[in-house]
């Protein structure tokens, strides 16, 4: 995401099933085309793994987060902020943004959809905007 006037512009996504083998390369790589300065992690399981090959690939500060909460909560309570400060744009070149917006616009509170990856992910965005950029979204 590009943190522009107040509002994150999510301009493209890494969103598939590959493995990491192919994921933390292809992750480095869009960080290092949009010039990133702050990344956040889930490192629940294999997460802590991808935490430290990213951290190790990357001069700009990356930020580990342990999700305690399932992910219905960590989506919901993350909904307010996603619907007011994101805004999407429409990448008709990028399969993964395609896939990755289809899965935001499916996704249904209080079922049990499937994959919940892609919301799942912009609310730990929306984790990383509340925790180093509070000042700006109060």
Request: net charge positive.
């Amino acid at each position: 995401g590009i943190l522009h006037g107040g509002l994150i512009y999510i301009v493209d996504v890494l969103h598939n099933q590959h493995n990491t083998t192919v994921t933390i390369p292809k992750s480095l790589e869009l960080m290092k085309k949009y010039q990133c300065l702050h990344t956040v992690v889930e490192t629940n399981a294999m997460g802590s793994m991808v935490y430290k090959q990213i951290n190790e690939g990357t001069q700009h500060k990356v930020m580990g987060i342990f999700a305690k909460a399932n992910k219905q909560t960590r989506i919901i309570n993350a909904e307010a902020f996603i619907t007011n400060q994101m805004r999407f744009v429409k990448n008709p070149d990028s399969h993964d943004y395609q896939s990755y917006l289809q899965k935001m616009h499916r996704f249904e509170y209080g079922r049990s959809t499937k994959p919940d990856d892609a919301p799942d992910a912009t609310a730990g965005l929306t984790t990383l905007c509340l925790t180093k950029f509070r000042h700006i979204f109060q």
